[in-house]
């Protein structure tokens, strides 16, 4: 519905088409307040993540959001000032209640500005799902991105792990066998002196 703002003019009493919003605290669309989200990888396992959409910084997951709800009404009001622009495709009307622009939202009646407070209302609404929609697309996204990455890297620290227990298992060996190379050369060492002096050692 759209305004004939043509028929108003300086101190008319108009209608105003009103819709505003308000903040309410709702339940995480995306964990429903468990915290937590599991997210089911293509060979079939499983895993447990916690909750980005509601997550709060460095407090973590809070199982709620904040969102705006919106409102509709319609008020009286006073056309204080009228502004005409003129160019090649006509004239052009802005209407002004105090310093608010009405242009569009000004109706001789009461129900014609409720019908059309009532479509801002359906509009807003619409653009705010059609957002909500995109970021849990965004989450979802960056839970998968999450959880390979964090796959990855536990497989890389298993892979590296594994190499160093390889590696100190060979220094282990080596010192071992530098031990008992040490102690066979004590051991000859010790019978030479004993052959030298006739089997005795002072």
Not at 177 to 188: F, L, Y
């Amino acid at each position: 519905m759209s305004s004939d703002n043509a028929q108003f003019g300086l101190g008319d009493t108009v209608w105003i088409a009103e819709c505003g919003n308000q903040q309410v605290e709702k339940v995480c669309p995306v964990c429903f307040g468990t915290l937590r989200v599991t997210l089911r990888l293509g060979n079939g396992d499983e895993l447990e993540l916690p909750c980005d959409y509601c997550g709060m910084g460095y407090d973590g997951p809070q199982g709620h959001v904040l969102e705006y709800e919106w409102t509709e009404g319609a008020r009286q009001a006073t056309i204080t000032r009228v502004r005409e622009n003129h160019d090649t495709r006509g004239i052009e009307r802005e209407l002004y209640a105090s310093s608010w622009e009405v242009t569009d939202r000004a109706f001789a009646t009461e129900k014609e500005a409720l019908a059309k407070s009532a479509e801002l209302k359906a509009q807003n609404e619409e653009r705010q799902r059609t957002c909500a929609e995109h970021i849990k697309k965004s989450v979802n996204k960056s839970f998968s991105w999450n959880a390979g990455y964090h796959i990855r890297e536990a497989k890389r620290c298993r892979r590296e792990a594994a190499q160093h227990d390889e590696r100190a298992k060979l220094c282990k060996a080596r010192a071992k066998a530098k031990g008992d190379a040490d102690g066979s050369t004590s051991e000859r060492q010790e019978g030479a002196e004993r052959e030298g002096t006739g089997g005795r050692l002072d």
